[in-house]
């Protein structure tokens, strides 16, 4: 059974950091791609970056670019999504993704599995 459990999400002030990290567990996770996106209320799931499984590849959307950092760690099995400047409407639920594919894809529906999301607020 593929699970992918997200934490480090919470309460920040705007300008401030936040770490996510996503542990899959039941794949064999470098095989896979990863990603991150998020969803505000009343919004559609929104991608924010992705890389592949050798870490030679990223992806960011461009709300996020340079702000944002997407890493893996192969041998920890893990992925982090480093946040930083951020902004009110960053707040959002953030959920990590796991794709087969070798390809990194910013599209939702590429994905295979699925975290349960871990909440992010920014305070102005």
């Known amino acids: 059974q593929v699970q992918l459990v997200e934490s480090g999400g919470g309460l920040v002030q705007a300008g401030g950091s936040l770490r996510l990290s996503c542990a899959p567990s039941?794949?064999?996770?470098?095989?896979?791609?990863m990603g991150w996106f998020r969803q505000a209320p009343g919004e559609e799931r929104e991608f924010l970056s992705a890389?592949?499984?050798?870490?030679?590849?990223?992806l960011y959307a461009d709300s996020v670019k340079g702000r944002f950092t997407i890493s893996r760690d192969n041998a920890k099995n893990t992925v982090y999504l480093q946040m930083n400047s951020l902004k009110p409407e960053d707040t959002a639920v953030y959920y990590c993704?796991?794709?087969?594919?070798?390809?990194?894809?910013?599209?939702?529906?590429?994905?295979?599995?699925w975290g349960q999301g871990t909440q992010v607020t920014v305070s102005s």
């Open positions: 993704a796991a794709n087969r594919s070798p390809r990194i894809s910013s599209s939702w529906s590429t994905y295979d599995y």
């Open positions: 039941g794949l064999t996770f470098n095989t896979y791609a």
């Open positions: 890389i592949n499984w050798s870490r030679t590849n990223t």
